[in-house]
C-alpha cells in the first residue's frame, strides 16, 4: 500500500511541475512587454514661423521595436507635442499595428500649430538663433494588450533658413534631424 501512494505522489507532484511549466512559458510568451519606441526622422512641408504664428505639417518617422511573440495594434493613443511645457500639436496614430517580434520604422503625422504669441516668438527666437527648436511628444499609449507612458523630446535643426525665418512662396519639404532622444 505505501508502494501506490509514493507512485500516486510521484504522479501528481509529476502533473504540477508540468502544469507549472506550461504556466510559465503561457508568461513568457503572451504577457505582453513594452515595446521600445525611438523617434528617427522627420520631415516637415509648408513651415511657417513668424512672431505672432508656427504652423507645419511633419511626418515623424519613429522607430519601433517590438519584443512580444504576438502583433499589438494600437487602439487609442493622443499625444501631446509640447513646446515649454504649452502644448502645440498633437498625434494620434490610430490603427497602427506593430508586427510581433519586428524592429520597424513608421511614419506618424504631427500637426504643429500656436497662434500665442509668446510661445510662437520663443519658437521664432530658438529658429533664428538656434536654427532650430526642440518639441517634446508625450502622453498615454493604449494598445490592445497593454498600456505605458510616451515621452520622448525631438530637436528639430537644419531645417530653418536663418536669414529668413518665414519661407518664400510654395511647398518646402526638408528633413529635420534628430538630434535629441
Not at 9 to 21: D, G, K, N, Q
Not at 94 to 105: C, F, I, P, Q, S
Not at 118 to 128: E, G, K, L, P, T
Not at 156 to 170: A, H, N
Request: proline share 4%; aromatic share 8%.
Amino acid at each position: 500500500m505505501l508502494c501506490c501512494v509514493k507512485g500516486m505522489v510521484r504522479w501528481i507532484l509529476l502533473v504540477v511541475v508540468v502544469i507549472l511549466a506550461g504556466l510559465g512559458a503561457c508568461v513568457y510568451f503572451f504577457i505582453p512587454r513594452e515595446p521600445t519606441i525611438s523617434v528617427v526622422d522627420a520631415t516637415y512641408q509648408n513651415p511657417t514661423i513668424t512672431q505672432n504664428l508656427v504652423a507645419m505639417d511633419l511626418n515623424s518617422i519613429i522607430s519601433i521595436d517590438n519584443p512580444n511573440y504576438l502583433a499589438i495594434k494600437v487602439e487609442s493613443m493622443r499625444l501631446a507635442v509640447s513646446y515649454r511645457s504649452v502644448e502645440v500639436g498633437t498625434v494620434s496614430p490610430d490603427g497602427l499595428v506593430m508586427a510581433a517580434r519586428d524592429k520597424a520604422n513608421h511614419i506618424i503625422p504631427v500637426k504643429l500649430y500656436t497662434n500665442d504669441t509668446s510661445i510662437a516668438r520663443q519658437m521664432y527666437d530658438d529658429a533664428r538663433s538656434n536654427g532650430g527648436f526642440t518639441v517634446r511628444i508625450s502622453g498615454p499609449a493604449k494598445l490592445k494588450v497593454l498600456s505605458f507612458d510616451f515621452d520622448k523630446d525631438i530637436t528639430f535643426t537644419q531645417f530653418i533658413d536663418t536669414t529668413s525665418v518665414v519661407p518664400k512662396e510654395g511647398t518646402t519639404t526638408r528633413t529635420a534631424r534628430r538630434v535629441a532622444a
